[in-house]
């Protein structure tokens, strides 16, 4: 086969996100209500979503509809392209069939906008007047901002600080779409005054910044709440990734041995691999799912199963999943957006059910892995890729010492462009572990 790019036709984009909640082994744990400690109800998460989000973060129907006017905007980058990497291959000198799917197309960069467009148009729908968020490495934050410069929504980010100083270019292509971006913690909320008051100097985290993203939706009338990850409708809405990557690796006559994707809340790895966990839960076929995390913050490598508050303010619901802690604050590594204490419930759960594995690495040897792929196969990585492409090479190193023909599906789920500052760190040799 000398093909290495497959695309489908936009009319063969899926119509319907996969629902895994339908096919878990176990249900899910219920949220609890932060207060009360008792299970929340639909009705308990009303200031904060629109109802139809609501509706699709609880449901256990398989397959949720697109909407089409969700599907014409997808069509601005979907379907994304899936391609062979077969200069990697023959670089690493590997029997392995090694293919990503790469999501760096879209206008936004990364895979986010698959979520962004559906969450901002939820809300367009119910009359949202405002949006608020958190962002750590500022690609959900850039995402959310197109999605409601698109339906015409007011939109507020709250980004990590030091992700906010590390990457300008990212706060300025969210300010090209029209959103406010300010670095959290920050003055602008209750709970960020405290936090700053405690620690001055703080770095920030991701749950310092949801908490006050939270507080800010939760005190304001016209405005909702919006989060990149973790949530079962994030996971829903990215699984249209895996949905046209296994159309495509039918194109291929191929099927994935190991299906990859680097992991912090969880949604890019739950986008390429729910479908696969779906044949791996029928029994069609068993490929290894590996999420692949920072060994700076490895939630799912050394954190508990056990219910958790998903920012440091204690004001969202608690869920059952795997956490280093609220108010972990890891280390300032370059790929924010990892830098997450919890993950998914979802992905928690079929990491518990042993349906799917976890490994870390260290930021040294994944920006080597990332220079290796852009060397070879010519795409600049974001940060958070390279854990992918790190796991890969890896497998693909490891078919090369048995002989064995595997093949190795990665997610790429961004593109580098903004993140030029970290490389030339890495190259200059001032690039720490931690």
């Not at 979503?49 to 997808?74: A, G, M, N």
């Not at 901002?145 to 709250?158: H, M, R, W």
């Not at 949801?210 to 809405?237: C, F, P, Q, R, W």
Request: aromatic fraction near 10%.
């Amino acid at each position: 086969m000398d093909r290495v790019k497959f695309i489908l036709d936009e009319n063969e984009m899926p119509d319907k996100w996969y629902n895994i909640l339908a096919d878990l082994p176990t249900p899910l744990a219920p949220p609890l209500n932060p207060a009360t400690e008792e299970p929340i109800s639909p009705a308990d998460l009303e200031p904060l979503f629109p109802k139809e989000l609501i509706k699709q973060e609880v449901s256990t129907e398989r397959y949720i509809d697109i909407p089409k006017e969700i599907q014409e905007i997808y069509k601005i980058w979907r379907p994304a392209p899936l391609y062979r990497a077969k200069r990697l291959e023959q670089a690493l000198d590997t029997p392995a069939r090694i293919y990503y799917k790469y999501e760096g197309v879209s206008p936004a960069g990364s895979h986010k906008p698959n979520t962004s467009i559906p969450q901002a148009y939820y809300n367009m729908k119910e009359g949202t007047e405002r949006i608020t968020t958190e962002t750590g490495a500022g690609q959900w934050g850039s995402a959310l901002s197109f999605a409601c410069n698109y339906f015409d929504i007011e939109c507020k980010v709250y980004m990590v600080r030091s992700s906010y100083y590390q990457k300008p270019y990212r706060k300025s292509l969210i300010n090209l779409w029209g959103a406010n971006v300010i670095p959290s913690p920050s003055t602008e909320t209750e709970f960020g005054k405290k936090v700053l008051e405690e620690f001055p100097d703080t770095t920030g985290s991701l749950g310092i910044a949801i908490g006050e993203a939270v507080e800010d939706a939760a005190t304001h009338d016209n405005t909702k709440y919006a989060l990149g990850s973790v949530l079962n409708h994030v996971m829903l809405h990215q699984t249209i990734i895996g949905l046209e990557a296994q159309k495509q690796m039918e194109m291929a006559e191929d099927y994935p041995d190991i299906v990859i994707g680097c992991c912090g809340g969880g949604s890019n790895l739950a986008g390429v691999s729910f479908p696969y966990i779906k044949d791996k839960i029928e029994g069609k076929h068993d490929p290894r799912i590996i999420a692949v995390e920072p060994s700076a913050c490895p939630t799912l490598n050394e954190g508990k199963f056990e219910y958790d508050y998903g920012d440091t303010g204690k004001m969202t619901p608690l869920l059952k999943m795997y956490t280093l802690g609220y108010d972990f604050i890891p280390p300032a590594i370059h790929a924010g957006g990892l830098r997450y204490h919890g993950c998914a419930p979802t992905v928690s759960e079929l990491v518990a059910e042993k349906l799917m594995e976890a490994t870390s690495y260290h930021q040294q040897e994944v920006f080597e892995a990332g220079v290796t792929f852009a060397r070879t196969e010519g795409f600049a990585p974001a940060p958070e890729s390279t854990h992918a492409i790190k796991c890969a090479i890896d497998e693909a190193r490891k078919c090369k010492e048995t002989g064995e023909e595997k093949t190795i599906l990665f997610n790429l789920s961004g593109h580098g462009h903004f993140d030029m500052a970290s490389y030339d760190k890495y190259f200059s040799g001032e690039l720490t572990n931690e």
